[in-house]
């Protein structure tokens, strides 16, 4: 059973490390149709509770759901519909700790996990996925960007930094600074990382992607305004 949510369109994750939307923004839900299409195995890296794996089963893919937490591992295998079971399988993992066997994918999700990690390990983790992936294999990359959540206080900031020639111009060393008053910083991430499309556009393209699309995507809220995510959709070139 998914947990309770005070905000509509959010679901809480069990481990504080934010909220799975109930709704696919529309890189998700390419990957899904994506996925779809390929006999091989793909990946739901940070999956939750599987707002993106359960669609994709559903459209014949095969799907290694993937996610920090073992606990919403348990709830999404008991989402999965009989029908659908045999191409699904899930494995706990920590990024940028986890690896995979080189081509073990034909292609990939990662919704709004990257903003979790510290830059150097944003750079590890971008490289092993285009290992994981199969020659021709797309990587669906999707964050939270600098105009979402608490710290869109800090978007100006960002975009100095940007202007500047910051590298990694919206990293956030004190989000609990930014949180509402009475919030327990303790359920909350010590430091936030949004991106924007330039910066996940230049991350993909040094680790040997090539960039397909990348823009910004709206959020799951009602309150969205176009500009809660940034994602990315890349390819590793076929052989």
């Known amino acids: 059973m998914l947990p309770k949510s005070s905000v509509p369109g959010l679901i809480p994750t069990l481990n504080n490390t934010g909220w799975m939307t109930e709704t696919l923004d529309d890189y998700s839900l390419a990957f899904t149709e994506y996925a779809g299409t390929q006999q091989a195995e793909c990946l739901d890296i940070g999956c939750a509770y599987g707002v993106a794996t359960l669609p994709a089963l559903a459209k014949g893919a095969r799907i290694l759901a993937s996610d920090l937490e073992p606990r919403h591992l348990e709830i999404l295998a008991g989402r999965v519909p009989p029908a659908d079971r045999a191409r699904f399988r899930s494995q706990p993992a920590r990024l940028p700790d ?15 996990v990257l903003h979790f990690l510290l830059a150097r390990d944003i750079e590890i983790t971008v490289r092993k996925m285009f290992d994981w992936l199969l020659p021709g294999g797309r990587a669906f990359l999707i964050t939270d960007s600098p105009y979402a959540g608490p710290w869109w206080k800090s978007s100006p900031e960002y975009e100095r930094r940007k202007r500047e020639g910051c590298p990694w111009p919206g990293f956030v060393s004190n989000y609990p600074s930014l949180l509402p008053a009475g919030t327990d910083p303790s359920k909350h991430s010590s430091f936030i990382h949004p991106l924007d499309p330039d910066i996940l556009s230049r991350v993909c393209r040094e680790a040997g992607f090539e960039v397909l699309e990348a823009r910004f995507l709206r959020g799951g809220t009602k309150s969205a305004t176009g500009r809660e995510h940034a994602g990315v959709i890349a390819a590793k070139p076929a052989l």
Do not use: K, T, V
Request: with cysteine.
């Open 98 to 112: 986890i690896d995979f066997p080189a081509g073990s994918f034909g292609a990939l999700l990662c919704a709004r």
